[in-house]
């Protein structure tokens, strides 16, 4: 009798006892996941700690601390003057005040909340895939390795880093669950799960990952429509080859009925959308309001097709600042944008380098950044210090047998679609790294050009094109969500099929070989590693000139040397022990064989995570962080406020963080670096203490145009450096500075003969007088000369006090009124901006004279300058007498007509009451002033204006959000709980039918 070989037997093992096999694989899950979590993020669990790198420790920690703040206090979380001159904090998406979780931070302390929010959040990222794998047909081992592997993967776990990322792709394996359905059939509880994903997305504050959810959707939609016509006409063609003769009723069936199992799916994904939108809306509507004033929407030529008709709408554009000719329509799109071109210079950045690729087999074979720098491939010119995630690397498994379970011509649908999916966005996260790179490397092209002009031709580049508003979105980084996602659960999908796949196995003892010959390798170089990394150097164009190695580039590549042989480790020992679980699941005969796979992989996967992944969890103790910056104690010793006494107007800094880290010459804040580098103490001395980004925010301070991700356009405008082609240097926006009330300049040094920073642009502005002259007239005083010699034990080189630093409120009397003009009108109030900032000479003193953008004005004084007569200037005063979030109160004076103006932002939804000589308050107008600015005219008397911030998008959005949620839970609770309809039969037939 035949026998049934051991790789059937060995396949058929969990099937024999599912049961058993299916509850340990479960149990195993959540122990594994649970100790990953404790291991993963330690002691800050318990409040000790906070995990803090990058955007965590400068950017979501002290916003959220504000938040509570605020909340605290009874404010309305509408308004926050301490970012850039002010902006919405509600329609701020990365706040994400409205997303529920946010609930912790108001049940726990503020590290203790920050810690349990993330942490949950990547425990809910594995769970939420298992649970996907699961539905889609995964058995229990398969689901677990694949929750596992994507939850503890190297892209999401780094996003503790990047909060509302990190949301985003917890909610993602959940909305492909519901997308799935939603495409395949129509059902009311499946478009409402997607459409509840979508809306907490958006609250999250990651639209970006909500879009790309939809764009996988719909390609699903495709893919089905494709296979269900291709099948229609197998069988028609068939049928007739049957019949002889067609009868004489068929009609030739149209095209369009062809279409339509694509136009239902899309149009059930469109509707869940839209009841996501609806139920989002509070969020969506006030953030579309700021998007569409931001330097993303306000664009100066077309960066889609989307854009195209707009501007050859127009008559008129505003001539290139470098070519000085109009722009053509397809500038951006061909890789030439206007200058400044911000975001189309950010647009490509955060790539992910093609060299890199090795890592999802050796997890940090470039070496790491932290916790001690060992980036040697960054040090040598092979890859940049520029990522959005330094590793996707989720368990060499994961890779190679996604290589073996990707199928893109045949299998079923759901594999083709995360087969195709995972390639088309990997090749998208390339971005610049595209068909212009490769061309203008072989030109010899600058990095400028390379930025903007790179990722022509490549998939990134065809998303930003082609889709409907992509082009404001950024970093082709983000993109790699999508390919981790397909991978992890597509092995799970297969775990079966590859557990038993001989291939496969193969290519992991082949892996195990080469891990072992590199460990072997790199350990016997000793020395010479050296050696072989100044001649990489030499290659890639980072080393130029002879000399040893610096003491900061030797102990970068010692590191870097131990960091290879562990990754080589890693993958030596992880894909020898898989395939040694791989031969002991085909062993014939063994009938425990289900239960013990199923406590053996899970079990390894975590370990081969643990060890390749959670060093990208960096943790800082909650004291460093809950205590001021030095740089605040420095502004307070330099007549600023305590740090303890935080201003009830927040005092305005600008920082030069250009140059915070001076490695190349191993100064840090005149601190030496060597070997005991500490990624720690370098983020909280960089970071923390050097107020960057939003670290000073909580203690009343507020950086000017360094922090935010979204900003008023024209505000942006306002600190644009004026640059000087012929001369090759730029000029600094000191009006600027002066006119927002910048109250503190603090500068570190650069090294010697360093260009390009922030620094430069004022050294130069304000140089010797055998410099060419500024063409301007600056309103304050020349700032100190900075030195360039290195700092000697001080944190900072100069903190300066501004004395020429306007106040928060003044009046004017000379007024230049003009018609308003729109945001994205850019041609027309650009040269606005540019006139009051750098006046080509006979510079307008500002504190005396504003531009006023009001109809009414302008139509009763026409243009030009109107000057109001002052009668009694020293009896005119202003003082502000409360400055709230929401809401500001100020007392003026005047002997004449005038126009108050407050250096705040301008935005809708301002408005202000006018009480005259303590009568009662009547409305007044809030206008545009000196473009960015508000003003108020007012009359000749004793004025109490009261600013108040209720914005019409969120009284929209609030009205919407609440009548499409109660809609939304009484569709919901009726399709999930139908009424069940009364029999009209005898109640008693049953129980005779019973007996």
Not at 928 to 946: F, K, S
Request: hydrophobic fraction near 45%.
């Amino acid at each position: 009798m035949n026998r049934p070989s051991p790789t059937v037997d060995s396949a058929a093992a969990e099937l024999r006892s599912p049961a058993r096999s299916g509850r340990v694989a479960h149990a195993v899950f959540w122990g594994v996941l649970v100790a990953l979590v404790v291991l993963v993020f330690g002691d800050s669990l318990l409040g000790r700690s906070v995990p803090a790198v990058r955007d965590s420790l400068h950017f979501y920690f002290p916003l959220n601390r504000l938040i509570v703040e605020y909340l605290g206090a009874g404010e309305l979380p509408l308004w926050n003057p301490r970012i850039h001159g002010g902006l919405p904090l509600l329609g701020y998406p990365t706040a994400a005040v409205l997303y529920p979780p946010k609930v912790l931070f108001f049940l726990l302390p503020l590290p203790a909340a920050a810690s349990w929010f993330l942490a949950l959040h990547v425990a809910g990222a594995a769970a939420a895939m298992r649970f996907l794998a699961l539905r889609l047909g995964a058995v229990p081992t398969g689901a677990a390795v694949a929750g596992l592997c994507y939850g503890f993967g190297g892209y999401v776990l780094f996003l503790t880093s990047n909060w509302v990322f990190l949301c985003g792709a917890a909610w993602m394996p959940l909305g492909l669950h519901f997308g799935w359905n939603v495409v395949k059939r129509s059902r009311l509880l499946d478009g409402a799960g997607l459409a509840f994903v979508l809306a907490m997305m958006v609250f999250a504050g990651d639209s970006q990952t909500a879009y790309m959810l939809g764009v996988m959707l719909v390609f699903l939609a495709v893919l089905r429509s494709a296979r269900m016509v291709a099948i229609g006409r197998r069988l028609k063609g068939a049928s007739a080859k049957m019949q002889k003769r067609p009868r004489p009723s068929e009609k030739k069936p149209s095209r369009l009925s062809e279409l339509r199992p694509l136009f239902l799916p899309v149009l059930r994904l469109v509707g869940a959308a839209g009841v996501a939108a609806a139920l989002s809306a509070v969020q969506l509507v006030p953030t579309m309001e700021l998007v569409a004033r931001s330097e993303r929407s306000v664009v100066q030529v077309p960066r889609s097709i989307w854009q195209v008709p707009a501007f050859l709408w127009e008559s008129a554009h505003e001539p290139r600042v470098d070519t000085g000719r109009p722009p053509n329509w397809y500038d951006a799109i061909i890789g030439f944008p206007p200058p400044p071109a911000f975001h189309e210079y950010q647009t490509y950045g955060f790539s992910y380098e093609p060299v890199r690729m090795p890592q999802l087999i050796w997890p940090y074979l470039g070496g790491r950044r932290m916790p001690v720098r060992a980036d040697w491939a960054t040090a040598a010119g092979l890859i940049t210090g520029h990522y959005w995630v330094p590793t996707i690397y989720a368990g060499s498994w994961t890779f190679l047998g996604f290589l073996f379970a990707a199928q893109f011509f045949r299998g079923t649908l759901l594999r083709r679609w995360l087969s195709w999916s995972a390639i088309l966005f990997f090749l998208a996260a390339f971005g610049v790294y595209g068909p212009g790179w490769v061309l203008g490397f072989l030109q010899g092209d600058d990095a400028v050009s390379q930025q903007l002009r790179g990722g022509i031709g490549g998939v990134y580049w065809f998303f930003v094109t082609l889709l409907p508003g992509f082009a404001s979105f950024r970093f082709p980084g983000k993109m790699l969500l999508v390919p981790h996602l397909c991978a992890c659960l597509l092995v799970g999908l297969s775990f079966r099929q590859l557990l038993v796949h001989r291939n496969l196995r193969n290519v992991l003892l082949v892996v195990a070989a080469i891990s072992g010959v590199g460990l072997v390798a790199v350990f016997l170089m000793g020395d010479r590693w050296f050696d072989l990394m100044v001649a990489v150097q030499r290659v890639t164009g980072a080393r130029t000139g002879g000399g040893d190695l610096s003491e900061l580039e030797q102990s970068v590549f010692a590191n870097g040397r131990l960091d290879v042989m562990r990754s080589f480790a890693i993958g030596l020992v992880g894909t020898s022990l898989y395939a040694g679980i791989m031969s002991f699941a085909g062993v014939r005969g063994l009938s425990r064989g289900a239960r013990l796979t199923a406590i053996a992989f899970p079990v390894l996967v975590g370990v081969d995570l643990f060890a390749g992944n959670s060093w990208m969890v960096q943790r800082v103790e909650s004291e460093t962080l809950m205590r001021p910056p030095l740089v605040v104690e420095l502004m307070a010793a330099n007549g600023g406020m305590p740090p303890e006494d935080k201003p009830e107007i927040p005092r305005r800094l600008y920082l030069d963080i250009d140059k915070l880290i001076r490695t190349g010459d191993g100064f840090l804040f005149g601190q030496e670096v060597g070997e005991d580098w500490d990624y720690v103490r370098v983020e909280t001395t960089t970071v923390h203490d050097g107020g960057m980004n939003l670290s000073v925010v909580p203690w009343g301070y507020t950086p000017m145009f360094t922090a935010g991700t979204i900003s008023d356009a024209t505000y942006e405008s306002m600190f644009d450096n004026l640059t000087f082609l012929d001369a090759g240097r730029e000029v600094g926006p000191r009006r600027t500075m002066d006119l927002w009330g910048v109250k503190y300049f603090i500068f570190t040094d650069g090294p010697p003969g360093a260009r390009g920073s922030a620094n430069d642009a004022y050294r130069f502005a304000w140089g010797e007088a055998s410099r060419r002259p500024a063409p301007f007239l600056p309103s304050g005083p020349r700032l100190p000369s900075l030195v360039e010699s290195p700092p000697e034990g001080d944190l900072f080189r100069d903190v300066i006090v501004n004395e020429s630093a306007f106040p928060r409120a003044w009046l004017v009397h000379d007024i230049v009124p003009i018609e308003p003009v729109e945001i994205d009108a850019r041609s027309k109030w650009l040269p606005i901006v540019r006139k009051l900032i750098y006046p080509q000479s006979g510079a307008p003193d500002l504190r005396k004279l504003a531009v006023v953008e009001d109809p009414e004005l302008a139509g009763e004084l026409g243009s030009g300058v109107t000057r109001f007569p002052v009668p009694r200037p020293d009896e005119e005063s202003v003082e502000v007498v409360s400055y709230r979030p929401n809401e500001i109160v100020i007392d003026v004076v005047l002997s004449g007509r005038g126009v108050l103006v407050l250096a705040d932002q301008y935005f809708p939804g301002w408005t202000v009451s006018i009480a005259t000589d303590d009568g009662p308050p009547v409305p007044g107008r809030v206008v545009r002033t000196n473009r960015a600015m508000r003003g108020v005219p007012l009359p000749e008397g004793r004025h109490r204006l009261t600013f108040t911030y209720r914005p019409t998008s969120v009284t929209v959005g609030l009205v919407g959000s609440v009548l499409s949620w109660c809609v939304f839970l009484a569709c919901v609770g009726r399709a999930r709980w139908p009424r069940r309809k009364k029999s009209d039969a005898d109640p008693r037939l049953g129980e005779t039918i019973a007996s």
